[in-house]
């Protein structure tokens, strides 16, 4: 089975956030990066990586996506703060070397 992802990406100010799922992390966030990520993102300028998270099958990343989706906003942000403090862009972190570098 193919595995899953579950993402939250944030404009530059950081206040905006967008969850979402994918089965290709790279490939998704650079949609975004790109303009072409989704509606949302587009039109809100969200594609700076904040978050994301590896499940074992899409299905559990799915599950998980729709719980995050209902969260409370405080409640992601903490999420968020867990594993990056400082609110940082992670595209660099998820990049295998030389690919799509911004």
Known sequence: MK???????SNA?????????TSDLISRIYQHK????????????VFFLMYYETHQTMYHAIEREKQIKKWKREWKLNLIKSKNPEFEDLWNEILPKGRFHF
């Open 3 to 9: 595995e899953g992802y579950v993402y939250i990406i």
């Open 13 to 21: 100010k950081r206040t905006v956030f967008y969850t979402g799922v």
């Open 34 to 45: 790109q303009g072409n990520g989704s509606f949302f993102s587009s039109k809100y300028n």
